[in-house]
């Protein structure tokens, strides 16, 4: 027997059960982990609340992890009992002692790279290559904005950007956020509590605007964000913090200067074993260098998950924050 959590109702933290189970054999193409660190991230909030629904109930949450191989399945050829690994997608379970998940998923951890950093970077460093490298392929030179610069995906995004010659502005929401998002490689910050985005932009880069808008927020930033844009450039939503983006009319595109939106996932990008390689040995490749660090600045038991969920949600924490069995 081993220890998950899992939710039987959508809600509230307070719908998380701390339980014990019978971990899942791996089937024909899939491995076992025993897990060592869980990431944690704000799409688990979206399972927990009901916003993108769960298979099936009870449910368990996350897709974030890295340990090692405790059992391996039929067909699997690429990984062994004991190797270090990291994933970041497969099906929800991976707040648990033991996941069972498509081995396919799974890559195995350079030695320079540990369980925590692991755990509480992989999904995002991931999204960041994607956003970065492949939804608008950053060249060095463009301005962008950058919603929640300070945290978890956004401290790695500053990083990225630095290293790439890119003008980063990152919105954050105190001084604390802004100092760590500017130490991190940003451009500017802008406090949007305080601050007003848009002319703040403009003022930052003299009416030019930005060359892309990278939004996680959703709802209560999407307007502002294509205001922030320049004629005919891209407005990447990749979020929905609070709360999705419905109800647009698609003319508002044109009106704002004939602009260009997408709303990417990983699972769209890395969406085959060759892809997820590619980006992965990118992303370990930044880690390798130097030009990124991975800032694990929070560590709960995986049975306060809700207690780490709240912190998240109420946007108290910057970095990562991972979840230890």
């Known amino acids: 027997m081993s220890k998950r959590i899992q939710f039987s109702k959508t809600g509230g933290a307070e719908v998380l059960e701390w339980v014990e189970v019978e971990p899942a054999a791996p089937a024909a193409g899939e491995v076992r982990i025993a897990n060592k660190a869980v990431g944690l991230n704000f799409i688990d909030i979206y399972f927990r609340t009901g916003l993108y629904p769960a298979p099936a109930m009870p449910s368990g949450l996350g897709t974030e992890g890295a340990g090692t191989v405790d059992a391996v399945g039929e067909g699997v050829t690429h990984l062994n009992v004991g190797d270090r690994v990291a994933y970041a997608q497969g099906p929800l379970g991976a707040y648990a002692e033991l996941h069972t998940l498509p081995a396919a998923k799974v890559v195995k951890l350079p030695d320079f790279i540990d369980f925590d950093t692991a755990a509480a970077s992989m999904l995002?460093?991931?999204?960041?290559?994607?956003?970065?490298?492949?939804?608008?392929?950053?060249?060095?030179?463009?301005?962008?904005?950058?919603?929640?610069?300070?945290?978890g995906v956004g401290s790695i995004a500053c990083q990225w950007a630095k290293a790439l010659g890119v003008k980063l502005i990152g919105t954050v929401s105190s001084k604390e956020k802004a100092d760590l998002a500017m130490a991190n490689g940003a451009w500017a910050t802008i406090d949007y509590t305080k601050e007003n985005v848009v002319e703040r932009v403009r003022e930052l880069t003299q009416g030019e605007m930005c060359d892309v808008v990278y939004d996680?927020?959703?709802?209560?930033?999407w307007e502002m964000s294509l205001d922030c844009l320049k004629p005919r450039s891209l407005m990447v939503s990749f979020g929905n913090a609070?709360?999705?983006?419905?109800?647009?009319?698609?003319?508002?595109?044109?009106?704002?200067?004939?602009?260009?939106?997408?709303?990417?996932?990983?699972?769209?990008?890395?969406?085959?074993?060759?892809?997820?390689?590619?980006?992965?040995?990118?992303?370990?490749?930044?880690?390798?260098?130097?030009?990124?660090?991975?800032?694990?600045?929070?560590?709960?038991?995986?049975?306060?998950?809700?207690k780490a969920q709240d912190a998240l949600q109420s946007r108290k924490t910057t970095g990562s924050t991972i979840l230890l069995p």
Do not use: W
Request: with cysteine; glycine share 14%.
């Open 124 to 151: 995002k460093g991931l999204t960041v290559q994607y956003l970065l490298r492949q939804t608008y392929a950053l060249k060095g030179g463009e301005t962008i904005l950058f919603h929640a610069a300070a945290g």
């Open 242 to 306: 609070s709360g999705p983006v419905d109800g647009v009319n698609i003319g508002i595109l044109n009106q704002k200067g004939a602009l260009f939106v997408t709303r990417p996932s990983l699972n769209g990008y890395a969406d085959t074993r060759e892809r997820l390689e590619m980006m992965c040995d990118e992303f370990f490749g930044m880690i390798e260098s130097g030009k990124i660090h991975i800032d694990v600045a929070n560590r709960y038991p995986l049975q306060e998950a809700g």
């Open 216 to 221: 996680s927020v959703g709802k209560d930033t």
